[in-house]
């Protein structure tokens, strides 16, 4: 039967039938495969503008608050106040001007330490070290209020370390003497 069938179809149209499906085929291959690709490969790049957009569209209300923030000007809350200079009458009020400063801020003072000796070398400045214990926020607290001091000088170190669930602060500052 099947002999019987591809005679009575002509050689003619079966090349012509096999030329077309080489076509057909071709025309996939070159045209529809890079094609649908391509198309793949913009389906991943439009997904990942749209997860873009999604980032920007959560951290649009947050940009928002932060140029309204600086558009607000410099806070006051920093204002130095006008430099003085410690008397040496005084110099026995140091522990507890920075016991009054660590109970503002939320700290504890664990040592203030004048160092004399610089006294004795620099005459217009003394060397304090001081350990302060709390958390970061109320260290910066400490450390604004520190700043209010008129007879503060410079803080020349700061080292933190972990104890137990504070931090520790160990500071060397100079306070101005006259």
Do not use: H
Not at 95 to 124: C, Q, W, Y
Request: glycine share 4%.
């Amino acid at each position: 039967m099947k002999d019987k069938l591809l005679n009575m179809i002509p050689v003619r149209n079966l090349i012509y039938l096999v030329i077309c499906i080489v076509i057909v085929g071709g025309f996939i291959l070159l045209i529809l495969y890079p094609s649908y690709k391509s198309l793949n490969r913009l389906e991943a790049e439009l997904t990942n503008v749209e997860q873009r957009i999604d980032t920007q569209k959560t951290l649009l209300p947050l940009y928002m608050k932060l140029v309204e923030k600086s558009e607000a000007g410099v806070s006051t809350m920093f204002s130095l106040p006008e430099r003085k200079k410690l008397t040496e009458n005084n110099l026995d009020l140091i522990p507890s001007v920075f016991k009054e400063i660590a109970r503002g801020s939320g700290t504890r003072i664990v040592s203030v330490n004048p160092d004399f000796t610089t006294l004795a070398r620099n005459k217009r400045a003394i060397l304090i070290n001081a350990t302060v214990r709390g958390n970061f926020f109320n260290f910066r607290k400490f450390l604004i209020e520190l700043g209010k001091i008129s007879y503060m000088k410079q803080i020349e170190e700061i080292q933190i370390q972990q104890r137990a669930a504070d931090k520790e602060f160990n500071l060397k500052i100079w306070l101005r003497v006259g």
